[in-house]
Nanobody, 121 residues
Framework: QVQLVESGGGLVQAGGSLRLSCAAS????????MRWYHQAPGNQRELVGS???????TYADSKEGRFTISRDNAKNTVYLEMNSLKPEDTAVYYC???????????????WGQGTQVTVSS
């Protein structure tokens, strides 16, 4: 079984920074794309951005420039560096990944449990 565990959330003042981490554990062959989503109260879950195993990045337009996604393939970990945080960035942030099991040609999609980020004004 594969688990994604996020960490690094918390309370920060507007203009501050946070770095979220998401580590994948369990038994698997490889991880393809890893993604960050956020979900504010009353809103749908939205994509923040994604990073391929090659390092190719894609960001949602509203986050590019303030948010940076990176990954450490050796640690099966993806990071989300958030700078110049705004109160509207307050949300639960979720990690998502496409994971290939051993002896399989397909990928399964997994979600983390989420980590709360609260930005005070």
């Amino acid at each position: 079984q594969v688990q994604l565990v996020e960490s690094g959330g918390g309370l920060v003042q507007a203009g501050g920074s946070l770095r979220l981490s998401c580590a994948a554990s369990g038994s698997f062959f490889r991880i393809a794309a890893m993604r960050w989503y956020h979900q504010a109260p009353g809103n749908q879950r939205e994509l923040v951005g994604s990073i391929a195993s090659s390092g190719t990045l894609t960001y949602a337009d509203s986050k590019e420039g303030r948010f940076t996604i990176s990954r450490d393939n050796a640690k099966n970990t993806v990071y989300l560096e958030m700078n110049s945080l705004k109160p509207e960035d307050t949300a639960v942030y979720y990690c998502n990944a496409d994971v290939q099991p051993y002896s399989a040609t397909y990928y399964r999609n997994y979600w983390g449990q989420g980590t709360q980020v609260t930005v005070s004004s």
